[in-house]
């Protein structure tokens, strides 16, 4: 009688119960590859989301800066870096590459080493300038032009690099049944233009003190450099150490009479200007656009070249000058004031209110 064969059934329990080990070690380690691609995944996925929220934060009017724009082109304006949520750091490079268009690039970082990931991209955006009404002095509740003074349309012969006479711009625009008070001088001698003197549209519109196309006031404000309420200035060029224009000495206002020689650094620097309240400008000369919450004076010949946009009244005494356009609620001229249209200027001045927008097309690229 035969023997049960007991061993052979034991070693066929031992491979079934190996083959079973096998199978489970294979699930186990199958898993814990796919649970870290899958946390590499995310990994990956915060990082990018990190560079591309640092990316298009940037072109918010609370981080964009007009001082980006405001100096020479091809460089590396600024350099920011922050702490995101999940453990993500992002870090982003703005590039002035044209006075109309930048590069934005951001580097997001995300995870712990050996297992974090780096996503970078880039935005290329277009620098839409605002678009200001074509009138040398824009007043919405009176103006006043006396003692000698004088408003000039399309006439002017212009300042620094404007030079060319401009034609068809009004001198003045005030809404309908606004007076207009010319003491001391002969009818309308005090305004001048090629042909039309007073515009009352541009002053009737509601938008003409707030909106300038693509650009509004509240954007110019937020972006540019403030001053606070009762400041005083008398605007004057200033250079660094290296013999660069110093855009952040507070009465530096660039340079238009180039007090500096024919080659001053400053001459090409057009700063944005914010004051939140009331401001005067003492003598010197400046450039650039003035975005006022209060009232602006101008006085002991102060000379400003470019646009003022402000909220309450405007006062030109003692020979001060403005070289561009202004727009505000009322404007007074005494002691033989002057201003002077020139869309030269104020294309040029323009330029510091740019607001930063995404290219049509091909505006935006993973880099890696």
Not at 306 to 321: I, K, P, S, T, W
Not at 328 to 340: D, F, P, T
Request: charged share 15%.
């Amino acid at each position: 009688m035969p023997r049960p064969r007991r061993g052979a059934t034991l070693i066929l329990v031992l491979v079934i119960v190996a083959v079973l080990g096998v199978l489970a070690a294979g699930s186990f380690f199958a898993a814990l590859h796919e649970e870290q691609i899958g946390s590499a995944a995310i990994v990956r996925a915060r990082a990018l989301a990190a560079a591309e929220h640092a990316a298009y934060a940037t072109l918010s009017a609370q981080r964009w800066r007009s001082a980006w724009i405001t100096g020479p082109p091809v460089r590396q304006v600024a350099s920011e870096s922050e702490q995101l949520a999940g453990r993500a750091t992002a870090t982003t490079h703005v590039w002035a590459l044209t006075p109309f268009s930048a590069l934005v690039v951001a580097e997001g970082v995300a995870g712990l080493p050996p297992r974090d990931a780096r996503r970078r991209v880039s935005l290329l955006v277009s620098l839409k300038q605002p678009r200001m009404p074509a009138a040398a002095a824009i007043a919405v509740d009176g103006l006043s032009v006396v003692s000698g003074s004088s408003i000039t349309g399309g006439l002017g012969a212009g300042v620094g690099d404007c030079l060319t006479p401009d034609s068809d711009i009004a001198a003045v625009s005030v809404p309908p049944g606004v007076a207009i008070d010319t003491a001391g001088c002969t009818p309308l001698s005090c305004l001048r233009a090629a042909r039309v003197v007073r515009d009352t549209v541009l002053a009737a519109r509601a938008e003409t003190s707030d909106e300038f196309g693509q650009v509004d006031r509240s954007f110019l404000a937020t972006v540019g450099r403030s001053f606070v309420p009762g400041s005083d200035l008398s605007p004057a060029p200033v250079i660094d150490a290296s013999g660069a224009c110093d855009a952040n000495a507070p009465a530096n206002f660039g340079d238009p009479l180039r007090v500096l020689g024919p080659d001053s650094p400053c001459a090409a620097f057009f700063p944005l200007v914010h004051a939140e309240g009331d401001l005067r400008l003492t003598g010197g000369a400046g450039q650039g656009m003035l975005v006022v919450d209060g009232n602006l004076t101008l006085l002991a010949g102060a000379r400003f070249t470019g646009v003022l946009l402000v909220r309450g009244n405007v006062r030109f005494e003692d020979r001060a000058r403005l070289d561009g356009i202004v727009v505000a609620n009322r404007v007074s001229l005494a002691g033989a004031s002057e201003i002077h249209y020139s869309a030269c200027v104020v294309d040029l001045a323009s330029r510091s209110g740019a607001r930063p927008l995404l290219e049509a097309t091909h505006s935006w690229a993973e880099m890696f």
